[in-house]
């Protein structure tokens, strides 16, 4: 395989790229996101579960300095994506012409020369059986893409809520939540596929294999205070972009929603 360079291909010599869950855009924002974003001042900011759609989204919604485009659910209020970037992108795609992902607006993407940075937000199946259902037809798409985007001749990055905690060092309480959705064998199976067979890397682990790592606490109980939490939040890398990993971040000092940014670097030089 052809070594991948950013500063050749892209128009990066380094990137800060961050992905967070919201629950929201209008209640992050008020929750002080927007300065805040503007002041650590990511090159590409993927988001998932804006629940605003167009009409919703005003100038003060919007970070200065970025390029931003999203992919609104249909219903109001509720799944939706976003990726805002500082350089403008060769081309931009919004869904994958499927309805399942399209109508929730569950997928965008974009392309700067020969790297493809994406924000997708993976269907949560705690609700019942329906929504597991609806989860894992989901997942059975995007193992299609997985296996392209693992071979493709092009850098492809992948910053999700996956809604699956990978492995027991990936959540507090993993013993009790084996047969609970984001945990269940079969989507822990799908993770090792997605990061075996298919050839995309989890580049949170290639800088940190420590417990304790999480990016997602529940609202119930004292989760938050006590670090009970899960880490269902990634970047998933395909093989041009993995040397490239320098560092990653979970900052939790400043609260917007029930999951925390998570920040990686990338670059040719060193950490």
């Not at 659910?73 to 499927?98: F, H, I, N, S």
Request: proline share 5%.
């Amino acid at each position: 395989m052809t070594t991948f360079s950013l500063a050749m291909a892209t128009p990066y010599t380094e990137l800060e790229v961050l992905s967070l869950n919201l629950n929201g855009l209008r209640s992050a924002a008020r929750k002080g996101l927007l300065p805040w974003l503007e002041q650590r001042s990511p090159d590409i900011v993927c988001l998932q579960e804006t629940r605003c759609q167009a009409a919703d989204r005003t100038e003060a919604l919007l970070p200065k300095g970025y390029h931003c485009f999203f992919a609104d659910a249909q219903k109001r209020g509720y799944a939706g994506t976003a990726l805002m970037c500082k350089a403008q992108p060769d081309e931009v795609q919004v869904g994958w012409g499927l309805p399942a992902v399209d109508d929730e607006g569950r997928f965008v993407a974009a392309r700067f020369g020969k790297l493809w940075v994406a924000s997708l937000y993976v269907p949560s199946g705690s609700a019942g059986e329906h929504r597991q259902a609806a989860k894992d037809a989901f997942l059975e798409v995007l193992g299609t893409q997985l296996k392209a985007w693992g071979a493709s001749p092009l850098a492809w990055l992948l910053c999700c809520d996956m809604n699956i905690a990978h492995k027991a060092v990936d959540l507090k309480n993993w013993r009790a939540n084996q047969n609970n959705s984001g945990f269940l064998p079969h989507e822990r199976a799908f993770m090792d596929r997605a990061i075996g067979e298919w050839k995309m890397l989890d580049a949170f682990r290639l800088c940190n294999a420590e417990g304790g790592q999480y990016t997602w606490w529940s609202n119930r109980g004292r989760a938050w205070e006590n670090n009970v939490g899960w880490r269902i939040d990634y970047h998933l890398c395909n093989p041009h972009l993995a040397p490239l990993v320098r560092s990653a971040e979970i900052f939790k000092a400043q609260r917007f929603s029930d999951h925390a940014p998570l920040f990686l670097r990338y670059g040719q030089g060193p950490s």
